[in-house]
């Protein structure tokens, strides 16, 4: 992939639609690409925040800790698309991660390290601009869909109870499956 490709990447993904090719450029010379394969495990929770990253092509599953009958288990709690952003609330926050990131399907990555998304955030110019406007959308989009599945669990509270159930008990089954190999 060329930095062409990587441009093209940024420029599908919504939250640098409408910005320019020079100033996308600036932005990709920062990233780096990472392939992934379906299964491999992107980053764990708790792991330090280092890096984030854009999905230039594939899926990215999100897994969260959750208890199921006195025992703890990881679950599938969304897909993240092409054009979406993982990694960057830990950065932002400056916390540990607080997910798990598994690749769903064999894909490309632009990863953008620690020092230099620092760097981006801070620059003054239209590059930084951008890259901030882009986070904030990130974000904003990330709260929506939270606000999203609280009012889905809000208006039927059983249903929700119900998936989270099945969901956990499927990890559960999934473990004990890998344990016993």
Known sequence: MSATDIIRA???SPYFRGISTDVLHSIAMHMS???MVAGEV???RLQPSEAVWLIADGR???RRLQGYKGRR???PVSILKPGMFFGHVGLLSEQPRTATWVASSPGLLLRLDR???ERLLADPRMTGSAFRRAMI???GSQLQAVNSRLNDFIANPEAEVATRKELLRDAMESVDRVGQD
Request: hydrophobic share 55%; aromatic share 4%; net charge neutral.
């Open 137 to 139: 959308l990130a974000l």
């Open 33 to 35: 690409l990472q392939p």
């Open 42 to 44: 992107l980053s764990t």
């Open 10 to 12: 940024l420029a599908r």
């Open 60 to 62: 990215v599953e999100v």
């Open 115 to 117: 020092k230099p998304f």
């Open 73 to 75: 288990v990881e679950v």
